[in-house]
């Protein structure tokens, strides 16, 4: 037993309050199929909202002692009544017990993390904003190429970022299908109304097909933690550049003291830890990533009990993909730019380019003039100072340094905040209806 069950205890104990509302779902949909009558129905749904109430208390929870989230409540119900607990799992398998129960978890820390990462885009861009003219060079290759700006930097990140959470679109609606009805992958001989118990439980569509949902266990799992993955390595770029530029060689960037850590042994040390670990962390959700894809590849149809470890690595992704969030979040207003380090750095042939294309601006063809700086490089010529009006002014194009442009990406902040209210109201109406509560 303890080498099939595992610690399936602990990641079931996540799942818990979505096990009683998705039970709740299943009993409306029993009831409207009029597979069990009026009064089992109301016996089984007050039942089953005072467990839920017990487990949101914390005097119900999921022990060793309990093979899955399913038994311990089915246990629990059991105890209070024998019959509405023998009822409770008519016309569903775990297996699409457990399908729903991943769904409405992952709808819920979803709709979290799609809040908490456009919460850091908006932060970037405040910080952009702040931010335009503070110059400094810009890399390729890890070496001195163009000038930018700290706003111009920031505002890539806040721009990358939005780019993932707007891929919310393509992933939503896969989950917001109901997988309930399909059993163990061969549906049941039983009329079941499966939409209804779809409305029942705030879904949009059905996974049609009920051999596929089985099919598809790790994909969906897959595709969140992918999504994850992206926000986690737009993170993770950003804390190497935090890292870099706040170091002594750079210094465009300050950490604050309550953003550093010091030395056990060197007192003057203030290392981005902070940065560092998020960088780590992004590490660690890839690894997720590819813990789900292992665990799914090259099985057969139909259900695995390998499926059962797909929990672990989906959940320790979900966790780790918020951690960075918020500490990005509160971590990125903290910075402090030092301007004048910055500007000071942009000396040298990092003007070449400007010179360059300000002969061509009077006519030379680009190669010529390409050319010529080139060799006045080699013959140790000093391009031209350029004043910070000029150069910025130069880049006034859509997304330059002196145009970026920031409404725009703050009115897709706007859309993304607009499409999670709707969707976060209407999950959370469907499960407080479900739970037999009011919006407060």
Not at 166 to 174: T, Y
Not at 290 to 313: E, M
Not at 343 to 352: C, V
Not at 355 to 373: D, W
């Amino acid at each position: 037993m303890a080498y099939t069950v595992a610690d399936d205890h602990v990641w079931d104990a996540h799942l818990l309050r979505w096990d009683i509302l998705g039970s709740l779902g299943h009993a409306e949909g029993l009831r409207k199929s009029r597979i069990i009558t009026a009064t089992a129905h109301l016996r089984m749904q007050r039942l089953l909202r005072a467990v839920l109430r017990a487990a949101d208390s914390g005097r119900f929870a999921i022990g060793p002692e309990h093979e899955d989230v399913h038994s311990a409540v089915e246990f629990w119900l059991t105890r209070r009544d024998r019959r509405i607990g023998g009822m409770v799992h008519t016309g569903r398998s775990r297996n699409d017990q457990v399908a729903v129960d991943l769904r409405l978890y992952l709808k819920d820390r979803v709709l979290s993390l799609h809040a908490r990462a456009t919460g850091l885009a908006e932060v970037l861009l405040g910080f952009a904003a702040a931010n335009r003219t503070a110059l400094w060079p810009g890399y390729t290759h890890q070496r001195r190429a163009m000038p930018s700006s700290a706003g111009l930097w920031a505002a890539a990140y806040a721009e990358g970022l939005l780019d993932t959470i707007e891929a919310i679109d393509g992933l939503w609606p896969r989950l917001d299908r109901s997988p309930l009805g399909s059993a163990a992958g061969y549906g049941v001989p039983l009329p079941l109304d499966r939409r209804a118990t779809a409305r029942a439980l705030g879904f949009r569509d059905l996974d049609h097909n009920v051999a596929g949902v089985q099919n598809a266990r790790g994909k969906l799992e897959a595709a969140v933690l992918h999504w994850c993955t992206e926000l986690g390595h737009e993170m993770a770029k950003l804390s190497s550049d935090v890292i870099l530029f706040s170091a002594d060689e750079f210094g465009w960037l300050r950490l604050p003291a309550d953003l550093a850590t010091g030395s056990s042994i060197m007192p003057q040390k203030r290392n981005a830890d902070l940065f560092e670990l998020t960088r780590a962390r992004s590490a660690l959700v890839e690894g997720a990533l590819f813990t789900v894809h292992a665990l799914k590849a090259k099985l057969p149809g139909g259900y695995h009990r390998d499926f059962q470890f797909l929990k672990a690595p989906l959940m320790r992704g979900l966790e780790l993909t918020d951690d960075m969030l918020l500490m990005l979040t509160l971590a990125v207003p903290r910075l402090e730019v030092d301007r004048a380090r910055g500007r000071a750095a942009l000396t040298g042939d990092i003007l070449a380019t400007d010179e360059a294309l300000r002969r061509t601006r009077g006519g030379q063809p680009f190669r010529e003039a390409y050319r010529a700086v080139a060799a006045e490089l080699k013959r140790g010529v000093a391009m031209p100072v350029i004043p910070d009006r000029d150069l910025i002014a130069a880049r006034g194009s859509a997304g330059g340094l002196g145009n970026l442009e920031l409404g725009l990406a703050r009115a897709r902040v706007t859309q993304a905040r607009r499409w999670w209210r709707a969707e976060r109201r209407r999950f959370d109406d469907a499960m407080l209806r479900l739970a037999g509560r009011r919006r407060t």
